[in-house]
């Protein structure tokens, strides 16, 4: 098939690996070309940057916890990328939101110790870098938390929220709040919307003081801005005379729309070109050389060439890899070997859900360089990536920005290599 | 392919929603309005409560604009937009559709009405009084962005055109906005085709019936667009790609009437669907293969670059900012709005005007911080709709680069 565009390099998938791989190549100056079947995982994810998070106990250091797991799982991610190259991953993260498009705002955190941040329902989530608009929630703080819901926000219950961090040993409770935003429900993104509005913010904030005790902490659900959200926090905090945090909520989610927002600007800055609804539906294969893709596109199919492909889709919640009725796994875009896959006719599933599952840490087969088996220029970044279980392990950014820097630089380090030979 | 089965194939894409509101999250109307819920509820979600020839009770599906923007973000490739239409055109079944709906949707014929009293037909539609009058009487919304008609048409001036002999044969589908309203853009693309090489033929064509299936008149639209398929698929089936400027226009030819209006089988639409192409998607082609012409004088021009939803709907990223970018000294700024909110005829309907508006508030903003005097834009009634809301003057990418060739 002739390619009818080439690029130096073609990224399938927008979740937070592929834009990142995506956001580092063009940075470097690559001609790249970001296709995607429709928008990543980010407007579902609560926006935090999970490195470590449980290994299965929970990680409170996950620096000083990484190198450890990291010997005791070699078939790990973090294994092949080097424990070493996540911190980097995670500025180069924080340096593009804070350049991004929404001004001032900015990730707070490291590798050092994770943030003890409260849940929706009131548990609590280790999280290596989170926004400065979460921070505040620190379970550690002796500091006591007014838990503040709204009617019209059905997906969260401040009741709940507060009775579980009382269980907790934090002194919490909840105030419910009338917000009239001329419709019976709204969902998240919505009310953040609002609350990018000075004159909503204001009404809001004097209907909520009076309910403050002092010395309380304030706990929003995570509503607190889209466009402008370090705007919207810092007035907030300074309306109330208090600290202000935000809890991820159900999807739609806000923190995740941000970031979204900002690694697709950075792209965009970067050169870097992005294709929704360009499905992938094949690949001319040379050999171990994949040459281009052929994507769906309205009318006639679009043949995209290059000389490099990293592969960011994700894992099964995707659909990037799937189980068929013959039992049998198969990654739908490449039809790419997989690792991790119990033997045929041995068991697939255990009936403990949360329990270790055996087809977890199935993935993409890669070599230590996350170069694909069987291929030469198909690069894995992200959840296709076999050998972890990002949803136990609390890994799932922490994994998408580490592999999407990796791949970026080993395509780099190669064109650079060719070019010089 | 009946009317069922086509509904049967869309409503089978239904088993992959996930409930996951990603396309809650780029609906440019329901962020604006509670009158429609959104993609997900009115599409995958109320779908499953409806049975094929029971028309639903609800019609807040009325307000969907049919950008197609919640069918391009979903990641598990549900019809979404398609379904609404579908839902749409049973809501219009039962209420039935308007004498406004009927009218507007046809710009062919008001344009061979107008053209010839062009004049008077402008005045009136810049007559304060008349549009007050309109607006109660049609529903026409008195602010909305008519168009002057242009008192000529494209046609005429390309039964003059005297074109090169020889080149690449290629059929020009200029659609119903370059006709009646902006010949002088038709002019322009024939001109920047025959600079590269084509030999343009325009043959006898009339709407592609875009308007009509917006406002649920299945039945006309089918007409329309199976007449432009019988008048362009000989040229298709001998080889010729037909190139329009229009993305909505081309985006119709090229996928919505097949997946909505059940013709994926007509032989005829079928090769024209593959045969179609952008003007944009095909000079940047031509530039891959290192045939573009690419003497360029500069433009010394701050240009903002908006994709209109329906040509994102082509699912083939942005050409025109490839095809811009080639151009010496325009500095061109990448827009990220979703929607200017007109989605064609929708935004000059009385009772969708303001959520039009509001819908395209955040793109009239973002033109206004981007320091740009001039907004570049592939859809006509787009353009019409940003001068409106940004007072700023809107041209096609073409336009740039005719004059950027100095033809």
């Known amino acids: 098939m002739t390619a009818s565009l080439t690029y130096d390099a073609i990224v399938l998938g927008a979740g937070v690996a592929g834009l990142t791989a995506g956001t580092r190549l063009a940075e470097d100056g690559a001609r790249v070309c970001v296709l995607a079947k429709g928008v990543g995982s980010t407007h579902l994810a609560p926006g935090t940057i999970d490195v470590l998070g449980y290994e299965p106990a929970r990680v409170d250091e996950p620096g000083a916890v990484l190198p450890g797991f990291v010997a005791a799982h070699p ?46 329902v009131g548990a609590v989530r280790p999280s290596a870098l989170v926004p400065e608009t979460m921070a505040a929630g620190e379970i550690a703080s002796p500091a006591p938390v007014c838990v503040v819901g709204a009617r019209v926000l059905r997906d969260f219950h401040a009741s709940l929220c507060a009775a579980n ?45 009076p309910l403050l005790r002092s010395g309380e902490r304030v706990a929003l659900p995570a509503i607190v801005g889209l466009s402008d959200p370090h705007g919207a926090w810092s007035d907030l905090e300074h309306r109330l005379g208090r600290p202000v945090f935000e809890i991820p909520t159900l999807p739609p989610s806000a923190p995740g729309i941000r970031v979204y927002n900002a690694v697709r600007a950075a792209l965009r800055a970067a050169g870097g070109r992005l294709v929704l609804g360009a499905e992938v539906l094949g690949a001319e294969r040379d050999g171990d050389r994949i040459n281009a893709v052929r994507a769906h596109s309205s009318g006639h199919d679009t043949v995209y060439g290059a000389r490099w492909f990293v592969l960011a889709t994700g894992g099964f919640a995707s659909g990037a890899i799937e189980l068929g009725s013959d039992w049998q796994a198969r990654e739908t875009v490449l039809g790419l070997p997989l690792r991790g896959m119990p033997a045929t006719g041995e068991q697939r599933f255990t009936a403990d859900y949360f329990g270790p599952q055996p087809m977890s840490t199935v993935g993409v087969a890669v070599d230590s360089s996350l170069l694909a088996q069987g291929t030469e220029n198909v690069f894995v970044a992200g959840a296709a990536l076999p050998g972890a279980v990002p949803w136990r392990e609390g890994s799932g950014e922490g994994i998408a920005l580490a592999s999407g820097n990796f791949v970026a630089q080993a395509v780099q380090e190669r064109e650079g290599a060719a070019a010089t030979a | 392919m009946t009317e069922i089965q086509s509904h049967e194939e869309l409503r089978s894409s239904l088993d992959h929603c996930v409930k996951c509101t990603i396309c809650e999250t780029v609906c440019p109307v329901s962020n604006v309005t509670p009158l429609f819920p959104g993609p997900k509820y009115a599409g995958p979600q109320a779908e499953r409560f409806r049975v094929h020839g029971q028309p639903p009770e609800e019609s807040s599906v009325d307000y969907c604009s049919g950008c197609g923007l919640c069918t391009m973000s979903c990641p598990q490739g549900v019809k979404i937009a398609e379904l609404n239409a579908h839902a749409r055109y049973a809501v219009k079944q039962r209420k039935g559709v308007s004498l406004r709906d009927r009218l507007i949707t046809r710009p062919t014929v008001l344009g061979r009405l107008g053209t010839p009293v062009a004049p008077l037909a402008n005045a009136i539609v810049r007559f304060r009084p008349a549009r007050v009058l309109g607006e109660r009487l049609l529903g026409v919304h008195r602010d909305a962005p008519v168009p002057p008609f242009a008192g000529r048409t494209f046609r005429a001036w390309a039964r003059r055109h005297q074109g090169p002999s020889n080149g690449t044969k290629v059929v020009y589908f200029h659609g119903c906005g370059t006709e009646y309203y902006e010949p002088d853009v038709g002019e322009k693309v024939v001109a920047v085709l025959e600079h590269n090489g084509y030999r343009v033929e325009i043959p006898k064509q009339d709407c592609c019936g875009l308007p009509l299936q917006s406002s649920g008149l299945f039945d006309d639209a089918r007409k329309y667009v199976l007449r432009l398929a019988r008048a362009l698929a000989p040229h298709a089936r001998d080889g010729t790609l037909i190139v329009g400027n229009a993305t909505s226009c081309t985006l119709m030819l090229k996928r919505e009437a097949r997946e909505i209006l059940g013709l994926e089988h007509d032989p005829d639409l079928e090769i024209v669907s593959r045969q179609t192409y952008d003007i944009c998607e095909l000079l940047l082609e031509l530039h891959e293969r290192g045939d573009l012409r690419t003497d360029f004088q500069p433009v010394e021009e701050v240009v903002a670059y908006h994709a209109p939803c329906q040509q994102q709907g082509h699912w083939i990223g942005k050409p025109a900012l490839e095809l811009l970018s080639l151009v010496p000294g325009l500095d061109v700024r990448e827009l990220d709005a979703r929607c200017c909110g007109i989605a064609g005829t929708y935004g000059l309907k009385r009772e969708k005007y303001q959520i039009a508006m509001d819908a395209g508030a955040d793109l009239f903003d973002q033109v206004a911080r981007s320091g740009a005097e001039l907004v570049a834009c592939d859809s006509e009634t787009c353009r019409w709709q940003i001068e409106h809301g940004t007072h700023r003057r809107s041209v096609h990418p073409i336009e740039l680069l005719h004059q950027a060739y100095r033809l």
């Open chain 1, 165 to 209: 961090l009382l269980r907790a040993g934090v002194e919490a409770r909840a105030v419910e709040l009338e917000l009239d935003v001329g419709r019976p429900e709204a969902n998240a993104l919505g009310l953040a919307r609002r609350f990018d509005a000075p004159a909503f913010r204001a009404a809001f904030a004097a209907r909520l003081l």
């Open chain 1, 75 to 120: 078939e790990h991610p973090y294994a092949l990328i080097g424990v070493d190259a996540i911190a980097p991953a995670l500025k180069w993260f924080a340096t593009r939101i804070e350049r991004g498009p929404q001004p001032g705002y900015r990730y707070m955190g490291g590798l050092e110790r994770n943030h003890l941040l409260p849940t929706a």
